[in-house]
């Protein structure tokens, strides 16, 4: 075997932040790993999640915040939140999603000229997508599948009108952006789904081949990003079952599966999602209140008292799912940031809400983060 056969051998088998580092090292690792065939193999193995992605958002105001913080997602140790991850990015940006590596951006408003980017964090390329002029009421997702394909990925946009025999109704239209077909690559869908509801937390996460996003009524769209074809699932659980108002989002795991997560006065429920076409869920963790608070007793004390006490929807919840990746769920309880991990129900406190910003528990922006080195065509 050759010393580059060896190199390879040993640099594969490393996470992705360590390989970072080592391609500062000297010219010749740094030809290694960025050798298209060894990013190739990369790209084949799941990446486990790094952290969080976080921004803020003003509650009225139209204007977007500019900070985004970085989160470590580490059970083991804490580490510092970081606010320069985008900082290689020729202006500041709102993120709208991550897939696998690359992350989807737009231009912060007001912006005299505002447009979508793709980047990738880790290796910091970046390319423009050219065609389109980002608003603030469509909502995106990223699809990038790199079993399929090293640098083509494609950007959802979902915009929602009203329909012309009534006001009341209204329906979702989609266009697609794929970076294969070339620059200014965006076409019109001709998908529609007849939908009233409101797309909220968690937009755009791709799981199963497909894009998701969570409603507003116990209802999730997905769209097949290959196919065009969209429909609404129905959540695993009504939330009109509860006299206190629970807390939802979505996420995914490394094997493709959407999650459902919900924090109510029963405690916390975790879902996969079976069969999208039946919204066949299988319940896969469920943990009372009591036992939450009974195993993290050094963070939690008169859980389901405080829990109980949302019964409006104005009111902020003491309990807030905030992202889903692979076992891992981050949330707000009271003041803080914590990380729970379903598989030892074990939680752990990353940082304070204070740390984030002013305006952190007013419906902020939270991607979940995985690394890859997939190179981007700028």
């Keep these: ?10 640099f594969s088998r490393l996470p992705i932040e360590t390989l970072l580092g080592l391609k500062r090292v000297c010219k010749r690792w740094h030809g290694i790993l960025s050798d298209r065939s060894f990013v190739q193999g990369l ?16 509650q009225w105001a139209g204007e977007d915040i500019r900070t985004i913080s970085f989160i470590p997602a580490r059970m083991e140790d804490t580490q510092p939140i970081k606010q320069t991850i985008f900082s290689f990015l020729p202006e500041d940006v709102v993120v709208l999603g991550s897939c696998n590596g690359l992350v989807c951006c737009r231009s912060v408003f007001p912006s005299p000229s505002p447009y979508i980017i793709v980047c990738n964090p880790s290796n910091k390329q970046w390319t423009r997508l050219q065609g389109t002029r980002p608003d603030k009421e469509s909502s995106y997702g990223l699809a990038f599948n ?10 959802v946009r979902v915009s929602q009108a009203r329909t012309d025999m009534d006001d009341d109704d209204s329906y979702l239209s989609f266009e697609i952006y794929s970076s294969q077909a070339g620059a200014g690559a965006w076409k019109k869908s001709k998908e529609v789904c007849q939908c009233n509801d409101n797309l909220v937390k968690n937009k755009g996460v791709f799981a199963g081949g497909k894009l998701q996003w969570l409603t507003d009524r116990d209802r ?7 196919n065009e074809l969209s429909w609404l699932i129905s959540s695993p659980f009504p939330t009109s079952h509860f006299t206190a108002i629970p807390e939802m989002c979505i996420g995914e795991s490394s094997g493709g599966r959407l999650h459902y997560i919900m924090i109510s006065e029963d405690g916390l429920h ?5 069969d999208y076409y039946d919204s066949n869920w299988s319940l896969v963790h469920t943990a009372t209140l009591e036992a939450l608070e009974e195993e993290n007793s050094q963070l ?4 389901r008292e405080r829990v109980s006490q949302r019964v409006s929807i104005d009111s902020l919840p003491w309990m807030d799912p905030l992202a889903f990746k692979d076992g891992l769920l981050l949330m707000r309880v009271s003041t803080k940031m914590m990380l729970y991990c379903i598989e030892t129900k074990k939680m752990k406190e990353l940082c304070n809400v204070s740390e984030l910003g002013r305006n952190c528990i007013f419906g902020p922006l939270v991607i979940p983060y995985s690394p890859s080195l997939a190179p981007l065509m700028t």
Excluded at 43 to 58: H, I, S
Excluded at 300 to 303: C, D, I, V
């Design 43 to 58: 790209l084949q193995r799941p990446e486990p999640l790094v952290g969080f992605f976080f921004q803020e958002r003003y």
């Design 1 to 10: 075997m050759q010393n580059d056969d060896i190199c390879m051998d040993v």
């Design 146 to 155: 790199p079993s399929q394909s090293d640098t083509n990925f494609k950007v």
């Design 220 to 226: 999730i769209l997905s769209f097949d990003v290959e």
């Design 300 to 303: 939690l004390r008169n859980t």
């Design 270 to 274: 975790v879902w996969a999602l079976e």
